[in-house]
């Protein structure tokens, strides 16, 4: 396929597709922006996830988009359903963790994919679930194990948080492919889904999705083990859509806040959703300034 540019045209970014649950790195000065793929037609109210996308900028405002890097038939083991994900760059390597609904083992489950490029192509580094259902039984729900969010800290331990109605974490082995040692999990309120984890000036922040329809909530800490301390709302419900899927990124001086709303017209809603980038401040005493949700966006960085 050929890449398409996009026109600066505000929020949403891409709007040639449909895109949802947003992950972004910066390599070598360029920032990846990985994305699920909604193809549900007008009219159908489900999710319909087949592949994710990567686009890529070096201003925030225009993008390539790059060949289909992933596919969740590319994962043997998997029945269907490319959910959240986040891509993390490890000794050269990208590793990509998906949520997907397993094919033998009841519920949704963690692969990881593996790529020599941020672009891809991407492969099942495993060959199995990295996390299946079977793993975790402190509430009972086949949905619990999804939205993966990895961090690698500033010792070079990783450690991967993930869920749904259950915030779960756990370290993860130097080969980012296997956990290592036990899942414990995060009491947080009103905990929906869809965790980031994020560090900046000696702070955790771990955002999610908060209530149903989902704001998005966070809480600090000054340890990746906690304790957690609640801090309120930092997004409100995003226009026409039920879910809110954060990511953050650091570029160039600038924090944005990345996620998706329905607004696409003229069929967007919580099942065609769009990717949308706004800008992301802190409070002097490191708390999260409320993110305002613009048509415009933000403006190319340099």
Same mark, same amino acid.
């Given at each position: ?27 070598n ?6 994305t699920g ?5 007008p009219g ?10 990567c ?10 988009e ?9 994962f043997?083991?998997?029945k269907?359903?490319?959910w ?5 760059e ?10 997907v ?5 009841p ?9 020599d ?12 679930a990295?996390?299946s ?5 402190f ?8 939205d ?20 779960? +974490?756990?370290? #993860? ?7 290592? /040692?036990?899942?414990k999990?995060? %009491?947080?309120?009103?905990? !929906? ?9 000696g ?47 650091? +570029?160039k001086? #600038? ?7 329905? /607004?696409?017209?003229?069929h967007? %809603?919580?099942y065609?959703? !769009? ?12 708390t ?15």
């Amino acid at each position: 396929m050929n890449n398409k540019h996009q026109t600066p045209a505000g929020n949403p970014v891409i709007r040639h597709k449909f895109t949802a649950d947003p992950a972004a790195i910066v390599f070598n000065g360029k920032v990846y922006m990985y994305t699920g793929h909604d193809e549900a037609p007008p009219g159908e109210y489900k999710y319909v996830m087949n592949e994710w996308l990567c686009f890529s900028s070096t201003d925030m405002v225009n993008w390539t988009e790059h060949p289909i890097p992933l596919k969740a038939a590319d994962f043997k083991w998997v029945k269907g359903g490319a959910w959240a994900s986040q891509v993390i760059e490890r000794h050269g390597k990208f590793f990509w963790y998906v949520a997907v609904e397993h094919n033998t083992i009841p519920g949704r489950a963690i692969g990881v994919a593996v790529a020599d490029r941020p672009e891809g192509p991407y492969k099942d580094a495993r060959g199995s679930a990295l996390v299946s259902n079977d793993m975790t039984t402190f509430i009972d729900s086949d949905k619990d194990d999804i939205d993966p969010t990895v961090i690698i800290d500033d010792d070079g331990q990783a450690y991967l948080f993930w869920g749904n109605g259950m915030c779960y +974490y756990a370290k #993860l082995k130097e080969n980012m492919t296997e956990l290592d /040692g036990e899942i414990k999990k995060v %009491d947080l309120p009103d905990f !929906s889904e869809g965790a980031w984890i994020h560090k900046q000036g000696g702070w955790y922040y771990l955002l999610y999705g908060y209530q149903f329809p989902e704001k998005v909530a966070y809480a600090m800490s000054r340890s990746i083990h906690g304790p957690w301390e609640f801090k309120g709302i930092v997004n409100e419900i995003a226009g026409n859509c039920q879910t809110n899927s954060p990511a953050l990124l650091e +570029y160039k001086g #600038l924090t944005y806040f990345i996620y998706h709303n329905g /607004g696409l017209p003229p069929h967007g %809603d919580s099942y065609r959703r !769009s990717v949308c980038i706004d800008y992301l401040l802190y409070n002097p005493d490191g708390t999260l300034k409320r993110v305002q949700m613009t048509s415009e966006g933000v403006v190319p960085v340099k």
